[in-house]
């Protein structure tokens, strides 16, 4: 059974940083993985905030993260991590990991066959 732990998230004032992490196991060889973060804030639909696939190529990003966030995956590709910099409070939200082996769209929710239990990230002005 195919299972992602995330880990990471807290509280943090404006400008400063967080890195989150995402193990996915449970799953026999597959050629290509997606692994992704979205992000869903009270009253808001589920964003997509960054994707990778096969250990590195392939990366994704919300127009609203490029630049202060960057997405990386270990070579066995089991394990993704979100490092979070120059946070805002608008990025206040509870984060989820998502994993797919098909090579949907990158930023759609129901591509994702498994997801995490959620990581809530606080940012205060």
């Known amino acids: 059974q195919v299972q992602l732990v995330e880990s990471g998230g807290g509280s943090v004032q404006a400008g400063g940083s967080l890195t989150l992490s995402c193990t996915v196991s449970?799953?026999?060889?597959?050629?290509?993985?997606?692994m992704a973060w979205f992000r869903q804030a009270p009253g808001n639909e589920r964003e997509a905030v960054a994707s990778i696939s096969n250990g590195g190529g392939g990366t994704y990003y919300t127009d609203s993260v490029k630049g202060r966030f960057t997405i990386s995956q270990d070579n066995d590709k089991n394990t993704a991590w979100l490092q979070m910099n120059s946070l805002k409070p608008e990025d206040t939200a509870m984060y989820y990991c998502?994993?797919?082996?098909?090579?949907?769209?990158?930023?759609?929710?129901?591509?994702?066959?498994?997801w995490g239990q959620g990581t809530q990230v606080t940012v205060s002005s």
């Open positions: 449970g799953y026999s060889y597959r050629p290509y993985i997606r």
């Open positions: 998502a994993a797919e082996f098909s090579g949907g769209r990158w930023a759609d929710a129901a591509a994702y066959n498994y």
